[in-house]
Each structure stands twice: as structure tokens, then as C-alpha cells.
């Protein structure tokens, strides 16, 4: 059978991304669509990273950038972004690859790693969900979206759904309670991997959540009850 899973801000987790995986256990039929922030804030951004770009060799991917992969690149490209970069935990990222928090060390940091940060989606449509980073304007179409709000916008309580009717599924705004949020046609399923939460994968099918943490967890919860509200 096909599945298909969302999967939330990883942030340099690569104990409960590995965790994660075993758990979930995809194949070649699968799609795994990762909705950004790989990389800062966590311990091993690297890790995290080769673990995401040798998936396609294992199952159907989808990579999405989120905000954290921006200040990264801007941060490696600009010398007045590096220093942001390093205070939102690119300092983390930098020594993943056993390298100084220095802008001089980043000339040492392997090109494949680049290139797969900036080779990723603004966002992913299917027929009944859209895939973002951020919480994206309701009233626009996707073409009509701009970087803030496709990568920086937090969720907002006053949310409602998306012009197209479709449910939006999206990071970036952390649920620091470790629960996903089901509001009004957006799901956000950043659960805070890289503080004391854990990784969340959503899979669309049987509408199953699959969680793990940074010790080892692993949790499978069915939430088919939400989508019929």
C-alpha cells in the first residue's frame, strides 16, 4: 500500500529522526514530505542531512525549505547574515561538521550539502492537502504567497481554512506540548524534536501519528477522529 507522511521540523535531531524512521519503516511505494528546518538549533545537522539525502535511494521524498535553510544559506553567502545564523544555532550546525563557528571554516563545509538545502520546495500540493513551512495567508493561492509567509508567518488563533478548501499541513510554529495542532483546515505538526518535545510524522492514509524523541521513543497514535470534524 502507498503511504503518505508529513513530517515535521527535525532542527539537527538526528536521534528521533532515526528513531522515527525505524518506526515508520518506509518503502519504495512510500512518500515522505519533510516540511523544512533541518538544519540549526539541534546537535547533529549533518547527520540529519545524510540521512535525507540518501531517502530517495529508499522511498519517494518531497524537501521543503523552511527558515532555517535560509539563514543558513544567506549565512554561508553573506558575511552580515553569518552572525544571525550562528545566534539561531548555526554554531550547532558549523561543529556537526566538525568545523569552528567561523565565517572562514564555511569554505570547508562540502558543496552536496549546499546544493541539497537550495534544491528545495517553497511548498507541495496534492489533491487534498497542501504542504508548507509556515503558516501561509488563507486568502491568497499558493502563486500568490511571499516568502515571509511561506516560511516565517507564525500560526495564528484567529486562522481559518485555506481559499481552496484544501488542508493546509505545516511547521514552524512550535507546540512545545509536543501535541500536534488541528485548527480550523491547518495542521501544524512542529512538535519541538530539538527541545524536549519530539518528531512528528503524520501519515495521511490511515490517519495515524508517529512520534519519537531524542531518547529513543517511539509512539504510534491514531487521530482519524480530527479529520472528521
Not at 5 to 28: Q, V, W
Not at 45 to 61: E, R
Not at 79 to 86: A, G, I, K
Request: glycine share 8%.
Amino acid at each position: 500500500m502507498t503511504r503518505v507522511f508529513a513530517i515535521g521540523d527535525i532542527h539537527g535531531s538526528y536521534d528521533a529522526l532515526t528513531t522515527l524512521l525505524d518506526g515508520i519503516k518506509p518503502t519504495k511505494n512510500d512518500t515522505l514530505i519533510f516540511l523544512g528546518d533541518y538544519v540549526n538549533r539541534g546537535k547533529n545537522s549533518k547527520g540529519v542531512l545524510d540521512i535525507l539525502m540518501n531517502l530517495p535511494n529508499i522511498c519517494q521524498t518531497v524537501f521543503i525549505m523552511g527558515n532555517h535553510e535560509l539563514i543558513m544559506l544567506s549565512g554561508l553567502k553573506y558575511q552580515e547574515d553569518f552572525n544571525f545564523w550562528l545566534r539561531v544555532g548555526g554554531d550547532k550546525t558549523l561543529q556537526s561538521f566538525g568545523l569552528l563557528p567561523l565565517r572562514s571554516e564555511c569554505w570547508h563545509l562540502p558543496f552536496s550539502y549546499v546544493s541539497f538545502l537550495k534544491n528545495t520546495k517553497d511548498y507541495y500540493e496534492i489533491d487534498q492537502f497542501i504542504f508548507c513551512h509556515a503558516s501561509i495567508y488563507s486568502h491568497l493561492p499558493l502563486d500568490k504567497q511571499d516568502d515571509y509567509a511561506l516560511r516565517w508567518r507564525k500560526l495564528e488563533n484567529n486562522h481559518t481554512g485555506h481559499i481552496s478548501g484544501k488542508t493546509i499541513i505545516c511547521g514552524h510554529t512550535e507546540q512545545r506540548n509536543g501535541q500536534v495542532l488541528f485548527q480550523n483546515g491547518i495542521i501544524c505538526i512542529d512538535t519541538w524534536a530539538y527541545g524536549d518535545g519530539c518528531l512528528t510524522a503524520l501519515e495521511l492514509n490511515d490517519k495515524k501519528l508517529y512520534q519519537a524523541d531524542n531518547k529513543g521513543y517511539f509512539y504510534m497514535t491514531d487521530v482519524s477522529d480530527f479529520f472528521n470534524h
